[in-house]
């Protein structure tokens, strides 16, 4: 696509990029979508891949990832209860961001450790 050839709209971009950042903002949500991206369902699973993560935070971003239908939560019925968070197909159209998201932060580590 050419976006050279796109009018912008300043403010239609600004409320775009608050829109994003109301979803996965915060330092918790980026962490938990990567976990459940790798194969962590389970609460303990997730919890455990994110080091320091309390259980009440790590509950209260998974509620608002559920909210915005970035991850769906299965309660299966059995004895005890197993309860399965997975990524949503619409979450999958942010795993290419994700991914340069990752790219971008080990190269900026790389660039600031060459600085000092």
Same mark, same amino acid.
């Given at each position: ?28 949500? !980026?962490?938990?979508?990567? +976990?459940?991206?790798?194969?962590? %369902?389970?609460?303990?699973? /997730? @919890? ?18 559920? !909210?915005?239908?970035?991850? +769906?939560?299965?309660?299966?019925? %059995?004895?005890?209860?197993? /309860? @399965? ?32």
């Amino acid at each position: 696509m050419d976006t050279s050839t796109i009018v912008r709209n300043e403010a239609q971009e600004i409320q775009a990029l608050q829109d994003t950042l109301y979803v996965i903002g915060g330092k918790w949500k !980026l962490p938990i979508m990567n +976990s459940l991206c790798n194969g962590n %369902t389970r609460y303990r699973e /997730i @919890e455990r891949s994110i080091p320091g993560i309390t259980t009440r935070m790590l509950s209260k971003e998974l509620k608002e990832l559920e !909210l915005n239908g970035i991850i +769906s939560r299965t309660v299966h019925g %059995t004895s005890p209860v197993l /309860i @399965e968070y997975k990524t949503t197909d619409y979450c999958k159209t942010f795993s290419a961001i994700l991914l340069e998201m990752i790219k971008w932060g080990i190269e900026h580590k790389k660039h600031i450790t060459k600085k000092g």
